[in-house]
Structures are given as C-alpha cells and as structure tokens.
C-alpha cells in the first residue's frame, strides 16, 4: 500500500479539531489582552507591581532549580554509581512524592507549625516555604531524568579520562556532567514549567507571582484586563523556557561512535558512610511524604463526624470531572498519536507539539483563556461542567499521548494494511485491528489523565460550576481559613488515592 503524507480525514479531523482547541484559547487570551489601547497596555506592563511580580516569579524559579539539582544530583549518583542494597526500593521511595500535590503540602506545613501546631516553629510562609515546599515536590523528575541518564553513561569516557591523568573532580566537571546535560535540561525544563505555574503553593503561602497575581486579579480586583496582561507574560516566560531548552540542545552532541562500552560501571563502594547515605535517601521522602501523612492522620481524627457526606460528595465530584476529562483526553489523544507514527511529517509534528502547548501552558493562564473564549463564543458554557471537562482535556491530553504514542510504536503497520487489502475502511481497520493491540496504552494514558485530574486546583477554582467542590477547592478554601482539621480527610484522600497510583505505576513498569 503506499505511503500517504496525510492520514486518512477520519483521523485528519479530528486531530485538527483538537489542535484548534488548544491554540484557540490562547489566542484570544492575547486578543483580550490587546484589546486594551497600546498606552493603557504599557501602563499596566511597566507598573512597579508588575515588575516586582516578574523579579518574585523569576527569583523562586531560580531558587528552586538549585535546590531541586543540590538535591537530585546526589541521590541519582547514589543509586546509580554506588554499592547501595535496595536500589529499587529507594528509588521507588524517592519518586513517591509525585504523589502529593504542591498544595497539600503546603497546607501540611502550614498545619504542623504556628500556634497549636505539632512543631514548636513559625509558620514558614513567604518566598523560602514556597521554595522549599516546590522543591520537596518537584525534584524526583529532576532525579528520574538524572538517573535515566547515569545508567545510560559509558563508563569508558570516565576510565579513558582517569588513565590520562585526571583527578575525580575533573572527570566529573569535564567528562560526566556534560553527558548529563541533556537529562539536567530535561528536568530543569519540567521543573521550571511546574514552578510557572504553581499557584496552590504560592498562594496558601503567601508570596506572589504572577499566578498568584492573576487569580487576585480576576477573583478578587475584578480586573480582567490587568489579568489578561499578567497571564501573557507568563505564557511569554513558559515560552522562553521551552525555547531556552530547545536552543541550548541544538548544539549539544554527546552521541558516540559504536557501542560505547559494554561493561556496567564498577560501584563506588561507601564504606562507613552507608549510614549517612541511607538517611539521605531516606529524608526526602520522609519530608515530602511520610510527615505530611503523619499530620493528616493526626489531622483527620480531630474532623468533626457530621462531614463525611461532604467528603463524599466532593469525591463523587472530582471522580465525575477526571473521568470524562480522561475519556475525552484519550479520545483527542488518538488521532493525533495515529498522526504522528503512520503518518510522520512536519505538519505531524507540529500537531503533537501544539497538543503539548497546553500542558505547557500554566493551568491559571490557560483558564482564564477559557473564561475568556466561553464568555465571548459559548456564553452557555460559562462555569458548567462541560467546559470545566473540557478544559481538563485540552489541559492533561499530553499526559495521555505518551502512552498512546509508545503502544502505537508497537503495532506493526502491515496488520492495518493487511484489514485494508480485505476490504476494510481506514477507521474499520483501525478499530478491529491495531486499537485492541494499544488498548493497554490508551488506558495507562487515561489513567495518568485521571489521576492528574483529580489533584488540579487553578482550573477547577477558576471553571467549576457555582456550588461544584471537588477534593482540591476544599483542601485549598479551608486552609485559606486555617481549618486545618476540617481540610485534612479531602487531602489524606487525595495523597493516598495518587500514592497508590504512583506506587503501582512504578510497579507495573519494572514488571
């Protein structure tokens, strides 16, 4: 059968129809904003607020890619390069908190210190508890790239270098860390974009950037157009982030001739420091993870009884969002991954790069795109349910994609062929053939999908229904009034429900 540069318009469409829908939104976040005269628009960009706003955001952003590299660059060597037992285990430990949403840990800090708290010290709010609270949360996808990329190092560059004379540090500084640089970009690149678009964090902990700013802004000031402006020169920072990590690679080559070398690495042996290297693994994750639990769980036996309904209630609510956000994720999610692998081209690249802009797209920015477009286009969808799903898909479909896109890789193109020369339609022969072959991709895609769902805030505060309380809004609206026992079972609920997901993730993938 020969090859065509297009897919087939049943596949066409759709993927179409779905990168509309993420580029659509913003544009006219950029036309709302603009829409303000040229003087008015330069006023608000050069107040002395919204400069302080641009240092704030930039200075955590900083802050936090040093402390999450001090931390995950030690830990990856620890349990890549070394003669550490349990390897396995702690690297499972150390990505656990994946699992806890910046915001609940925010609020556990917050519960545990202060007045009546269960340790004796101020509460940490301000610049240092947001830095450390985002550092805590974001570093394993710092450490799992960096990991990734120790064991994938050919230890010969590393041998060669020692023979010629060079000491240990100057190996590191000269021939590993340049191998890393890729992995470090990788990480930096997700870190840096979770810190852009925190707002959980910064808000509960009271240091503003330009989320925090915008959400003010909109709820608070009733000043859509400030907002609007706020939000462009955020999605201009996530823009030159991307383009940064996409400049500083293009030159980059640290690919080799051959094989490289097929010995695995001799392990550094730690001697009397094993202890000191167990209680480094093991701090991270007792800090992100083990005493926030232990404070939800002290937490939650001060809930009063009567407001169980109300957790059950909000349960039903994020498990009702999520889930339809996971369906439609994975159903836009298909054409384009269908797209990309039988049918590769510029144009396909494109389509799933534009798929990725709204995961990149900060979640406050990209909500207020939404209430923006629904107000002007859909007035009937303004804060219902359809568009709170909506924005949920267009927002976590590249979560989805992934998946979707590796299983495809799998499946041989000759079998659809083959369904084709028999008779069958392009989208008959899809669906009797190939699809049950990556059903098992579509559902780990939908799965991520609906875990993320369930822990989003910004798109759910600013999209949901009036009176619509998923788990995030009521752990965030009761710490906001310091009620911390009335938040704790909607956030224990939260981390255990994505601690089990996590942990299970991990799990299947090893298997």
């Known amino acids: ?34 829409e ?55 690297v499972l430990l150390l990505a656990l908190p994946l699992a806890v949403p910046g915001y609940v840990g925010a609020y556990t800090l917050l519960a545990a210190t202060g007045p009546g708290g269960l340790l004796p010290l101020p509460r940490p709010e301000g610049f240092w508890g ?25 230890p010969g560059q590393e041998e060669a270098a020692r023979t010629l004379g060079h000491p240990p540090f100057s190996v590191l500084l000269r021939v590993t860390l340049p191998q890393l640089f890729p992995a470090f970009l990788s990480g930096w690149l ?84 094993r202890v000191l290297a167990h209680l480094a693994l093991l701090l991270p994750p007792f800090l992100a993870l083990g005493f926030p639990l232990y404070t939800l769980f002290h937490l939650a036996r001060r809930f009063p009884g009567g407001g169980l309904e109300a957790v059950g209630l909000a349960f039903a609510h994020s498990v009702l969002a999520a889930g339809l956000a996971a369906l439609l994720a994975v159903a836009m999610a298909l054409p384009i991954a269908y797209t990309g692998v039988r ?31 629904s107000l002007r286009l859909f007035p009937f969808l303004y804060q219902t349910l359809p568009l709170l799903v909506l924005a949920y898909g267009f927002h976590l479909m590249a979560e989805g994609l992934g998946p979707i896109r590796a299983a495809l890789y799998q499946v041989p193109p000759r079998l659809e062929e083959a369904a084709r020369t028999l008779g069958r339609t392009p989208v008959q022969a899809f669906f009797q053939v190939t699809f049950p072959l990556l059903w098992r991709g579509a559902a780990a895609g939908g799965a991520l999908v609906f875990m993320a769902g369930m822990k989003e805030l910004p798109l759910t505060l600013l999209l949901a229904p009036l009176g619509y309380t998923t788990l995030a809004v009521r752990v965030f609206g009761y710490t906001q009034e310091a009620m911390f026992a009335e938040a704790a079972p909607f956030a224990l609920l939260i981390v255990l429900l994505s601690a089990a997901f996590v942990g299970v993730l991990l799990w299947s993938e090893r298997r």
């Open 190 to 273: 997700v870190v840096g974009l979770h810190v852009l678009g925190d707002f959980g964090v910064v808000s509960l902990l009271r240091y503003e950037t330009f989320s925090y700013a915008i959400y003010l802004q909109y709820n608070a000031a009733f000043d859509r157009t400030y907002a609007a402006a706020l939000a462009l020169l955020l999605l201009t920072l996530t823009g030159g982030l991307l383009s940064l990590e996409a400049f500083l690679l293009r030159r980059h080559v640290i690919s080799r001739v051959g094989r490289g070398s097929g010995r695995a690495v001799q392990p550094v042996p730690l001697h009397g420091l």
């Open 1 to 34: 059968m020969p090859h065509r540069l297009l897919p087939p318009w049943p596949f066409l469409l759709p993927a179409l129809l779905t990168g509309g829908g993420v580029v659509l939104p913003l544009a006219y976040l950029g036309v709302r904003a603009l």
């Open 36 to 90: 303000a005269r040229p003087g008015v628009l330069l006023d608000l960009l050069s107040r002395p607020k919204t400069l302080q706003l641009l240092t704030n955001t930039l200075v955590l952003l900083l802050a936090v890619l040093v402390l999450t590299t001090l931390l995950a660059l030690p830990l990856a060597w620890l349990t890549t390069r070394t003669d550490l037992k349990g390897k396995r285990f702690f």
């Open 343 to 373: 049918h590769p081209s510029l144009f396909s690249r494109l389509l799933e790069r534009v798929a990725y802009l709204g995961y990149a797209t900060p979640p406050l920015a990209y909500a207020l795109a939404w209430i923006f477009l």
């Open 130 to 154: 947001a830095a450390w609270v985002l550092t805590l949360f974001t570093y394993p996808y710092l450490f799992l790239n960096l990991r990734a990329a120790f064991l994938g190092l050919d």
